[in-house]
């Protein structure tokens, strides 16, 4: 069955760097779209990154935009996502996702996501 | 990138329908079938319900449907149940090629 597991979260200073990890399992990680989706402590859903099956292409939200970079290693089913100028509104749990398959329901919807990983950074 | 707009909460008695409505723009919802629907239980990761609008994805109960008019998608539950309570979120790719989520809708079960 499909898996995702993120790690690397944790507190951090305002300013400082994290590296999150996402590591896919039971699908053919280099043939799907990944993708970062971040919740506040009790508040939504914001999507923050997708990076396409390749590595090639690369979209952020305006949010982290410039301070965010999102990147795989499909030899390793590893997606990663480097935080740098970290600034406490970036405290939240950070999950990956996978993009569907058109056999089980879209390329556009998050069809399988991680348990997530807590990032806090303090001020 | 604003998000899209659900009310914060609903509410409804077992054996009730409910609906929760996400309203976005022509960048967004208006612009392509391409909204889902993602219940969330407390602590837990959001899960896929709905896809392009108004596709159940495979094992979810046909008590949950899905339907869009113009800048304004729609999430309905029939027969509500316990299990049911949860926070729904709906999400909308965008002209933009990024992905807007809306600001997420607690339901309660009386």
């Known amino acids: 069955q499909v898996q995702l597991v993120e790690s690397g979260g944790g507190v951090v200073q305002s300013g400082r760097s994290l590296r999150l990890s996402c590591v896919g399992s039971g699908f053919t990680f280099s043939g799907y779209a990944m993708r970062w989706v971040r919740q506040p402590p009790g508040k939504g859903l914001e999507w923050v990154t997708n990076l396409s099956y390749d590595g090639s292409k690369k979209y952020y939200a305006d949010s982290v935009k410039g301070r965010f970079t999102i990147s795989r290693d499909n030899s390793k089913n590893t997606m990663y996502l480097q935080m740098d100028s970290l600034r406490p509104e970036d405290t939240a749990v950070y999950f990956c996702?996978?993009?569907?398959?058109?056999?089980?329901?879209?390329?556009?919807?998050?069809?399988?996501w991680g348990q997530g990983t807590l990032v806090t950074v303090s001020s | 990138q604003s998000a899209l707009t659900q009310p914060a909460s609903v509410s409804g008695s077992p054996g009730q329908s409910i609906t929760v409505s996400c309203t976005g723009t022509?960048?967004?919802?208006?612009?392509?079938?391409?909204v889902s629907w993602y219940q969330q239980h407390p602590g837990k990761a959001p899960k896929l319900m709905i896809y392009d609008v108004s596709n159940r994805r495979s094992g979810v109960s046909n008590r949950f449907s899905g339907s869009k008019s113009g800048n304004t998608a729609s999430l309905t539950i029939s027969g509500l149940q316990a299990e049911d309570e949860a926070d729904y979120y709906c999400s909308s790719y965008t002209s933009s090629d990024t992905w807007v989520f809306g600001g997420g809708t607690r339901l309660t079960v009386l």
């Open positions: 022509s960048s967004d919802v208006g612009a392509y079938n391409y």
């Open positions: 996702a996978r993009e569907g398959a058109p056999d089980s329901s879209s390329w556009f919807a998050f069809e399988y």
